[in-house]
């Protein structure tokens, strides 16, 4: 499949396990989805999970830092990454205890406990430092995120910086379902939960950015990573 050219791709920052074993590659099994590599993997013999994780398996295992956005006019793609190397050489990792299952909204999803304050300042950081290059929403794109359903503030947010939940509405999240009926995310949660179990207690460092690139049948894939040294 063709990827479109860098200048019209979707981009995001994005945050993704480190190595290339435990919680990358459970996750990347679990979505039946490999970002980085490109490819397809073996998902667990879990009955409906194909279905289940059919929305965050084009974006891969990861957590959005900031929203996909696509580049504004007069902005290159080398613009772009030189711009996430100077921000990754000013931000210091923030490590986290561990992981949880959690239930948000109709999705489940990785999700910190409690999530710490230094990586709320962290993904303020990261969308402040790339909206500069982030062309304005057009009229349709600001319709897909219902800002209707949306508070006061996070419509603020919609329009302010092309995304509701950033700053203090943001939840640092890693998919793990698309939206589901209550008594899916029932089922799926414990099935989950045993899942993950080996590496929900692990400390995780989040140690890099990285910049994914949308292809034209909607599949995302790594353009760049680099560490955080700040």
Aim: proline share 10%; with cysteine; aromatic share 8%.
């Amino acid at each position: 499949m063709r990827r479109r050219g860098h200048d019209d791709q979707t981009l995001r920052a994005l945050f993704r396990p480190a190595e290339p074993r435990g919680l990358w590659q459970a996750g990347s099994d679990w979505l039946g989805w490999d970002a980085a590599s490109g490819r397809p993997t073996g998902q667990p013999a879990i009955a409906g999970l194909a279905v289940a994780t059919a929305a965050p398996r084009k974006y891969g295992f990861h957590a959005t830092l900031k929203a996909p956005f696509r580049l504004a006019e007069g902005v290159t793609p080398r613009d772009l990454h030189a711009a996430l190397a100077a921000l990754a050489g000013q931000l210091a990792p923030v490590p986290l205890p561990g992981l949880a299952v959690t239930r948000l909204g109709r999705f489940l999803a990785l999700c910190p406990q409690p999530q710490p304050e230094a990586l709320t300042r962290l993904a303020a950081e990261v969308v402040t430092a790339f909206e500069p290059f982030r062309a304005p929403l057009s009229v349709a794109e600001i319709a897909r995120r219902q800002p209707d359903r949306l508070s006061p503030r996070q419509a603020e947010l919609l329009h302010a910086f092309g995304y509701p939940y950033v700053f203090e509405e943001f939840r640092f999240h890693l998919s793990l379902t698309g939206d589901l009926a209550p008594e899916e995310l029932a089922r799926l949660a414990p099935l989950a939960q045993a899942f993950f179990a080996p590496h929900l207690a692990r400390p995780v460092q989040i140690d890099r950015l990285c910049l994914f690139g949308e292809d034209e049948g909607g599949r995302f894939h790594l353009l760049a990573a680099q560490a955080l040294a700040g």
